[in-house]
């Protein structure tokens, strides 16, 4: 089961666990005017009414608590939680990507930098359309560029698989990335979590990003994992 299945799965047991709530609240409601034969029709709609609304409203909380508490996100996806910074390497290339991956509204978005060696940004994407099943996150994405002095985009296709120890959020990636562009660059991708706490917030300011990429280039040199690289 994947990560968005599990939370969907959790948001059945909510709706599940509000309908019953109003079942009971019914019953208790019938019970008390069930010798009022207009009360009791009344009762009836009424009653109905509030189980639709605490269905909503309560799948409201529970969404926007998951959309708010980290805590609760790793807790409900385990093994699925990919959430967090990332950096890359494109294999055998002095090039390093910095990867976001966000979880709302049970949605998964991926944003991404791209660096060279000497920390200069070579190019920025976001993925617009995301899959993520099993271990494997596909992505269809767009990356702004400048030819010919006007602006134009590039379009391509991501895959990203996920390790990690069993029972456990995964800590490495090993992937490729392809650009739908006449040129057909394709790269393959080693990557690694990010979990220092100094280090994630250097980088939550962007602008001081490239500072930081001389630790990040160490931090991968020496904690990178031994992946197969993806066909």
């Avoid at 995301?130 to 992505?139: A, D, E, P």
């Avoid at 002095?149 to 490495?172: D, Q, R, V």
């Amino acid at each position: 089961m994947s990560g968005m299945d599990k939370y969907k799965r959790f948001l059945e047991w909510v709706r599940l666990l509000a309908l019953f709530s109003a079942v009971f609240i019914a019953e208790l409601i019938i019970k008390t005017l069930e010798n009022t034969t207009i009360l009791f029709m009344i009762t009836v709609v009424v009653t109905g009414l509030i189980a639709i609304a605490s269905m909503h409203i309560l799948e409201l909380l529970v969404t926007t608590l998951f959309d708010r508490a980290m805590w609760l996100r790793r807790f409900i996806l385990g093994e699925s939680y990919i959430e967090g910074i990332w950096i890359d390497q494109v294999i055998d290339e002095d090039l390093y990507g910095i990867i976001t991956i966000q979880i709302r509204g049970g949605e998964i978005s991926m944003t991404g930098e791209q660096f060279d060696g000497s920390g200069n940004i070579t190019a920025t994407w976001e993925d617009y359309l995301v899959s993520y099943k099993g271990n494997t996150l596909r992505g269809i994405y767009q990356a702004p560029q400048f030819r010919s002095g006007a602006p134009s985009e590039i379009h391509g296709f991501s895959t990203y698989i996920f390790h990690g120890a069993p029972g456990k959020p995964p800590n490495h990636y090993s992937g490729f990335f392809a650009d739908a562009s006449a040129e057909g660059r394709r790269c393959q991708l080693e990557g690694i979590r990010i979990t220092d706490k100094a280090m994630l917030a250097k980088l939550s300011e962007p602008v001081r990003r490239h500072l930081v990429l001389h630790d990040l280039k160490k931090m991968v040199y020496n904690q990178k994992p031994t992946v197969t690289a993806v066909k």
